[in-house]
Structure formats: C-alpha cells, structure tokens
C-alpha cells in the first residue's frame, strides 16, 4: 500500500514533539537502530569504532540524528510530493555512503518503533499512516537508485 497525503497528515498530527526537538529524537532513533542491529553501525565511518557508551550523549551521533528526522519531517511535509527530495538523498547515499537500500527498511522499522513509543497518542492509526509512509519512501528511493544505477 502506498502513503496518501492523509496518511502524512496522520503522522504529522503526532510530529510536534519530533519536528520541535529533532536532535533527541534522531538520537534515540540511532542509538536504537544500532543496539537492534549491532552491523549497520559499520555503515556509519564515524561511529563504528564506538560502543554503546561512547555513543550515548556524543555531539556527532546527535548531529546526524537530527539529519535524519530533520529529513523525514521534509518528507513528510511534502505529503507525497517528495520526487525532488528522495532523488538527493538518493544520490549521496548511494553514490557517495554506499548505503544498501534494506537499510532504509531496517532505520523504517526503528522509526515506527521509536514513535509508538515515545509520542503520546500515537496509536494503531498513525503507526499504519507512519509505515505506509516509510513504504512509499522505500519503493521511491529504490527507483531512485535504480536510475542511478546503483546495483545492491
């Protein structure tokens, strides 16, 4: 199922607290991404070396979380027009990180996690809007890929 611009309306109606504090959020998101999968931390060159305490608190790991959620809030804000967006962040993260498509999937699932447990409200309606969402970004940065010629 694709996302409808309902379905980020849904997620945005719950968003406040994330797109308010988008530094704390990004780095719960990653801490949990790579405590749930200890091998995509590798992905990430500055922090491979560093274990779970180094991690917590660390200036850059919060500075690239907040990329992250500032970047899904754009996203989302788009509601369903975000072509132009997906085809940028395309680019650096297969030309440039060498980022395997899964790995949105994996980051999709810690993120829908995170919010369900986090954001007050956030019930089986939005977690259904968040996942059609992340989905959609999935399908249209595999395409975006795919014209890039990037090969898994």
Excluded at 62 to 79: D, P, R, S, Y
Excluded at 92 to 108: C, E, G, R, W, Y
Excluded at 139 to 146: F, R, S
């Amino acid at each position: 199922m694709s996302a409808s611009a309902g379905d980020c309306e849904t997620v945005l109606s719950f968003w406040t607290p994330v797109d308010a504090d988008p530094r704390c959020y990004g780095e719960i998101i990653l801490l949990r991404l790579f405590e749930t999968h200890p091998d995509v931390q590798k992905l990430f060159p500055k922090f491979v070396a560093l274990s779970k305490e180094q991690l917590q608190n660390n200036p850059d790991l919060q500075a690239h979380g907040e990329i992250v959620v500032c970047k899904l809030t754009e996203i989302l804000k788009a509601k369903g027009e975000h072509k132009a967006i997906l085809k940028a962040l395309a680019e650096s993260h297969a030309k440039q990180h060498k980022i395997p498509l899964l790995n949105f999937q994996i980051i999709s699932e810690v993120i829908v996690t995170v919010a369900a447990e986090k954001l007050d409200g956030f019930g089986s309606d939005a977690k259904t809007a968040l996942k059609n969402v992340l989905k959609t970004i999935q399908i249209d940065l595999g395409a975006c890929y795919e014209e890039l010629g990037f090969k898994e």
